[in-house]
């Protein structure tokens, strides 16, 4: 789990980000289990459309409470994660995610 969050880290401070094909490594983080680093990288996505309709179905997939533990757990393992506050600003600014986020 740590060489995906370093990877994660390493694509946040990439030059190139623009040119950076998202989806598979969103797929990637899916198949690993880690939604909240999946959300993390369709969030650096330049393609709108995509990037909405994928997350839509994590969403759909993985409930808001899952997503937030994990960013809970890998916080509490790794340390801040600048990325994972960009999914959690999200999640605070999606209605459908609200009730989760009291705190």
């Known amino acids: ?44 996505s330049s393609d709108k459309s995509l990037q909405k309709k994928r997350i839509e179905e994590i969403l759909r997939l993985a409930t808001s409470e899952k997503i937030l533990q994990q960013i809970e757990t890998l916080q509490a393992e790794i340390g801040v994660i600048p990325l994972l506050d960009q999914v959690l600003r999200y999640l605070k600014s999606n209605s459908n995610a609200n009730y989760m986020l009291k705190s």
């Open 1 to 44: 789990m740590k060489g995906c969050v370093q990877t994660a880290l390493l694509i946040q401070r990439c030059p190139l980000i623009i040119d950076v094909d998202f989806l598979p490594i969103s797929e990637q983080y899916e198949r690993l289990h880690l939604d909240a680093l999946a959300l993390g990288s369709l969030l650096l």
